[in-house]
């Protein structure tokens, strides 16, 4: 069989965006070459070390940068240089940033980004990714503002994420289903492997961080132990994995089935998740693959973010499952929240 390639790929289903079409292609592109950027990197986090030597500086006289920032700095460079973008909202910045240059005058969209996810599992050889989210802008000239970032989640044109594990892997969506692509490093392309993504109705498996249980609340306590318990016609007791990147929880269970929660907690009493460039992104995803994504109670896209880095609850996964989760939410825990 012939291999799509990502570039590709956008190119023969940019006749489906609503608008902009070539804008949006190009936006998209961008992304994957920033992702390889920071594959390279990824896979060698364990010589940065090795080559800073006294964690100052590299052999080429570079300074060793934390994984986190150095992704942050690739994604915004890509987008500053490809024009189709006039504001980055990222994890790693307070504030906005404005894009205004030569390229990106006629820019319609903002990203918002949370460049490395999953952070304290760089030193330790477990998968990282990156979200995207990807609005069309309100704002008029110029560069973008707040309120460009400040819309609903169902207002998204498109949103991705990638996830450097085993392999490294692209999946996006820009509301006409959801597909994924492998990067081969010996062509240095993300290849179409994953068309079409659907998740299971019913998974077998629920990711949370149970060490937090005391702090839950009693409808979460409640569905962990719906999960543990024994059942032959729903095939229960589940399956726990927990990883510590969101991303990896959720495209696990994106491909194997399952529920991923981080609810709120006593350290985080309004969960500890990101609206606008962890949960918007993600949810978009997952509903494009049939699945659901709620705060305990409401849907996470109709939510109206007030303010860029808010945080949520976050349900996300198998339908079935979220809707069972939903239902233990409304039934023990309607009044705590
Ligand atoms: P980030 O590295 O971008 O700050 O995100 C980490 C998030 C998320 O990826 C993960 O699911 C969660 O934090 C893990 O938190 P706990 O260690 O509290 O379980
Ligand atoms: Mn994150
Ligand atoms: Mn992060």
Avoid: W
Avoid at 36 to 58: C, Q, S, W, Y
Avoid at 86 to 103: D, F, G, H, R, Y
């Amino acid at each position: 069989m012939r291999i799509k390639t990502l570039g590709q790929f956008i190119i023969e289903k940019q006749a489906d965006f609503p608008y902009s079409k070539g804008e949006l292609s190009r936006l998209l592109r961008d992304m994957g070459i920033a992702a390889k950027i920071v594959h390279r990197e990824v896979n060698k986090a364990g010589l940065a070390d090795i080559l800073g030597m006294t964690g100052e500086t590299n052999i080429q006289g570079e300074q060793v940068k934390k994984l986190d920032i150095f992704a942050n700095e690739q994604f915004i460079a890509a987008l500053q240089a490809g024009g189709e973008c006039c504001a980055i909202a990222s994890e790693e910045n307070e504030e906005i940033i404005p894009v205004v240059n030569e390229v990106s005058k006629n820019a319609k969209y903002v990203v918002a980004m949370d460049p490395l996810d999953g952070s304290s599992n760089i030193d330790v050889n477990v998968s990282v990714g990156t979200i995207f989210s990807v609005y069309r802008r309100i704002s008029l000239a110029g560069a973008g503002t707040n309120e460009d970032f400040l819309q609903r989640g169902t207002e998204q044109v498109a949103a991705g994420y990638i996830i450097y594990g085993s392999s490294t892997m692209l999946v996006y969506t820009t509301g006409k289903g959801v597909n994924g692509f492998t990067l081969d490093p010996s062509i240095g392309e993300f290849c179409l492997s994953h068309p079409n993504m659907k998740i299971q109705k019913l998974g077998k498996t629920y990711s949370i961080n149970e060490g937090y249980y005391v702090h839950f609340p009693d409808g979460v306590k409640k569905f962990i132990k719906y999960c543990q318990e024994e059942d032959v016609k729903s095939h229960r007791p589940y399956s726990s994995r927990y990883i510590g990147s969101a991303v990896a929880d959720i495209h696990r269970n994106l491909i194997t089935g399952g529920i991923f929660i981080y609810p709120i907690t006593s350290q985080n009493p309004q969960g500890k998740l990101r609206l606008i460039y962890e949960c918007n992104p993600l949810s978009f995803i997952i509903e494009q693959a049939g699945g659901k994504a709620t705060d305990g109670f409401k849907r996470i896209l109709d939510l109206e973010p007030k303010s860029i880095h808010q945080r949520t609850p976050f349900f996300i996964g198998s339908p079935d499952m979220v809707d069972i989760v939903r239902d233990f939410m409304a039934k023990y825990s309607a009044v705590n929240v």
